[in-house]
T-cell receptor, first 112, second 115 residues
Framework: GQSLEQPSEVTAVEGAIVQINCTYQ??????LSWYQQHDGGAPTFLSY????GLEETGRFSSFLSRSDSYGYLLLQELQMKDSASYFC?????????????FGAGTRLFVKA | NAGVTQTPKFQVLKTGQSMTLQCAQD?????MYWYRQDPGMGLRLIYY???????DKGEVPNGYNVSRLNKREFSLRLESAAPSQTSVYFC??????????????FGAGTRLSVL
């Protein structure tokens, strides 16, 4: 089967750093993605890790360890606008193409 | 640049009514997807179309049908709506290759209530 686990909620202070962890179990693993979703909005792509290590995109970084089936999203210099839900998602193979399985999401609250 | 366009944005149905959710993308993507999102939950795949002319079931296909009308359009039909289908529905598209990381681009969503 396939499963992803991530914390349901995280609270942090503006200007701080927060890490959102994700562990997964899947077959045919290609990579781990992160998506952001603001309340009432659509998910938008943030980052992707196909290989072990750290990927950095501005204030956001994402890490993957394939051997540990583990990844995290690191948000630095938190801003109020970062309050949103963050989904980790594994990319795997399926009939004729690829599928992305989403975790249940981590709701991030940024406090002033 | 429209990206992924879903219609309608909101819909209220009575139990037993039918309706079709429309989705179109202008990014020349091969793959298209329909998800539902319930409060406090992630996105659950209903159906997907890996390429034009093909459709396959996802995690929660019961009560739904789909049509990949052409490369641009992928519709989702509820034949006999049930209250359990009250949800937010998202259509997404992707290039459909691992090289492209299968990055998915989402429509704005359809908020459906079944009474």
């Amino acid at each position: 089967g396939q499963s992803l686990e991530q914390p349901s909620e995280v609270t942090a202070v503006e200007g701080a750093i927060v890490q959102i962890n994700c562990t997964y179990q899947t077959s045919g693993f290609y990579g781990l993605s992160w998506y952001q979703q603001h309340d009432g909005g659509a998910p938008t792509f943030l980052s992707y890790n196909g290989l072990d290590g750290l990927e950095e995109t501005g204030r956001f970084s994402s890490f993957l360890s394939r051997s540990d089936s583990y990844g995290y999203l690191l948000l630095q210099e938190l801003q109020m606008k970062d309050s949103a839900s963050y989904f980790c998602a594994v990319l795997g193979s399926l009939t004729g193409g690829f599928k992305t399985i989403f975790g249940a999401g981590t709701r991030l609250f940024v406090k002033a | 640049n429209a990206g992924v366009t879903q219609t309608p944005k909101f819909q209220v149905l009575k139990t037993g009514q039918s309706m079709t959710l429309q989705c179109a993308q202008d990014m020349n993507h091969n793959s298209m997807y329909w998800y539902r999102q319930d409060p406090g939950m992630g996105l659950r795949l209903i159906y997907y179309s890996a390429s034009e002319g093909t459709t396959d079931k996802g995690e929660v296909p019961n009560g739904y049908n789909v049509s990949r009308l052409n490369k641009r359009e992928f519709s989702l039909r509820l034949e006999s709506a049930a209250p359990s289908q009250t949800s937010v529905y998202f259509c997404a598209s992707s290039a459909g290759t691992a090289l492209a990381k299968n990055i998915q681009y989402f429509g704005a969503g359809t908020r459906l209530s079944v009474l």
